[in-house]
């Protein structure tokens, strides 16, 4: 199965069935609905089939695949896949289903055309895709500015109040710093033979200038920080992610952030492995204010979906400090809470939506006792919660662990300062779920009809899967670090840093 040319059909598939999804008639909703939904669980099941077919053991680079394009500048369509990117890939395959599942009833038919929104999210699947199976730099830089394009639609026609704001300004910030990549993607051309392949550029990185190399890894680091977001490239994520659809939220700080750190990891760091270790101290100063800083701003929201949103800028604090720890350690627990962060907080975005469209309002003053009325609703947002604040026993506790103790072997200032923002995030997720679901009930609540309604069959179908793999993941992580390991063992080699502890995950437990 290794020559079976997963990658190319994983990236089609979604576009064909947008296709498809587009030219259903306005009027047949639900016909349009169930073919995205079937579509979907087609690439969730192409993407098992590519993760059984994986070799742990095998070449860094897998499933590889290579096509004419653009002969003049020796750019091709070239697919292959490491541990990190194949994690990604079949995070976005889970939760794409449950995502349109979801968002099944959120599509007004008599306002807004139904099939164009479901078709968004299948090109949106297909842009995810083909931004974490690219192993040509161009290839890459085109899916990374044509992923904007779904999304920016999906806000800015199917949004919240501010909607076209928010769409405006999450494309303006994208599109800014792919501005600052494709400069550096065009001088990587220049220095590095007028070859975009991955492997052939890691090979010329070698006899890049110290001066070059530090202001082609400035370009693709800049528009990578945005994409994250880092701090302080951060402002565009709580105004996108409050204005969105709720269930397209949860791509959008599930899957599409992540790009961000992915980049990081697959170009800046083995690309440009002194440039690395040169800007490493600054991208730690400012993992660490965005810790913090983000988990203040987060205690303070009183938009629910807004609180996610800035809850995730926190999380990718965490990832930041991580992947610029340098150790084996610190960098899987990095790629770890790139997976772990989707589930939770995909989780806790849906949920959120689910409470919103009941209520018809994000704000938390608009809630209050909420439990009362949806007390199993209630506890999925509790457990969300929970899995977002890393609590022992679900996914994100492993993740921020090794993140933390990778951290600290190396860097011990930082890692004690990251500490203060897991109290923070207890605060925050407490607060508001103390505020929306429990004390004294709010009467307006009684009188809107959608809150006497508890969490209904198709909401059980959507959260379950995402609660079990947070429980699985948090007791038994081995199936996904020993995917990771590899391939983060092979970036930090790449970056040529002394590695002072290194670790492996075996059998859900750290080991030396």
């Known amino acids: 199965m290794k020559d079976f040319p997963f990658l190319s059909i994983l990236t089609l598939l979604p576009l064909v069935g947008a ?15 169930t073919i995205a939904l079937v579509w979907s669980l087609a690439v969730l099941a192409l993407s098992i089939g590519m993760w059984v077919a994986f ?20 750019a091709r369509f070239t697919f292959a896949t490491d ?17 349109i599942l979801a968002s ?9 055309s139904v099939p164009t929104y479901f078709a968004l999210l299948l090109a949106l699947e297909c842009t995810m895709i083909g931004v974490f199976a690219a192993a040509d730099v161009f290839l890459f830089y085109v899916f990374f500015e044509v992923m904007l ?8 026609s199917y949004g919240g109040q501010r909607r076209q704001y928010a769409a405006v300004k999450f494309f303006l910030y994208s599109l800014v710093g792919g501005l600052f990549m494709l400069a550096a993607v065009i001088g990587l051309w220049v220095v590095g033979g007028h070859n975009f392949d991955w492997a052939h550029l890691k090979e010329a990185s070698a006899a890049f200038e110290t001066d070059t190399a530090r202001w082609l890894f400035l370009g693709f680091f800049i528009a990578f920080a945005v994409k994250a977001p880092f701090f302080p490239f951060h402002t565009w994520l709580p105004d996108a992610g409050g204005a969105a659809p709720a ?34 101290p600054a991208a730690l100063i400012l993992g660490v204010i965005g810790i913090i800083y983000a988990a203040l701003l987060a205690v303070g929201q009183n ?7 800035y809850t995730s800028i926190a999380h990718f604090g965490f990832i930041g400090i991580g992947i610029f720890a340098f150790t084996t350690q610190a960098g899987t627990g990095s790629v770890l809470y790139m997976v772990n962060h989707g589930l939770a907080t995909g989780l806790l975005f849906l949920v959120v939506g689910m409470f919103v469209a009941r209520r018809g309002s994000a704000l938390v003053s608009d809630f209050g006792g909420a439990g009362k009325l949806v007390p199993v609703l209630a506890g999925v947002l509790f457990f969300a919660g929970l899995a977002s604040l890393a609590l022992p026993g679900t996914a994100p506790f492993i993740s921020e662990f090794l993140v933390l103790i990778g951290t600290f072997t190396t860097h011990k200032v930082y890692a004690v300062i990251a500490t203060v923002g897991i109290i923070l995030a207890a605060a925050y997720v407490l607060w508001m779920f103390q505020r929306t679901t429990q004390g004294t009930l709010n009467p307006a609540l009684t009188e809107v009809p959608a809150m006497q309604k508890d969490i209904t069959l198709r909401e059980k179908v959507v959260v379950a899967p995402l609660v079990l793999l947070l429980l699985l993941l948090g007791f038994y992580p081995k199936p996904v670090t020993d995917v990771i390991n590899p391939a983060v063992q092979a970036t930090m080699q790449d970056v040529g840093t002394t590695d002072p502890a290194p670790t492996a995950v075996a059998n859900g437990k750290v080991a030396p």
Do not use: H
């Open 149 to 156: 394009v779904p999304m920016y639609f999906i806000i800015g």
């Open 303 to 309: 938009d629910l979906k807004r609180l996610v949103s």
């Open 104 to 112: 099944w009833n959120d599509v007004d038919e008599t306002q807004r």
């Open 19 to 33: 296709a498809v999804v587009a030219f259903i008639p306005k009027s047949k909703g639900s016909l349009a609905k």
């Open 55 to 74: 070799q742990v053991d095998g070449d860094r680079f897998q499933f590889r695949e290579s096509y004419q394009w653009i002969p003049t500048w020796n």
């Open 247 to 280: 269930p397209a939220a949860a791509l959008l700080v599930g899957v599409l952030d992540k790009v961000g750190t992915f980049g990081i990891l697959r170009y800046c760091l083995p690309l440009f492995p002194e440039a690395a270790r040169w800007f490493a």
């Open 83 to 99: 541990g990190i990117a194949l994690v990604m890939l079949v995070l976005i395959a889970v939760l794409v289903p449950l995502v």
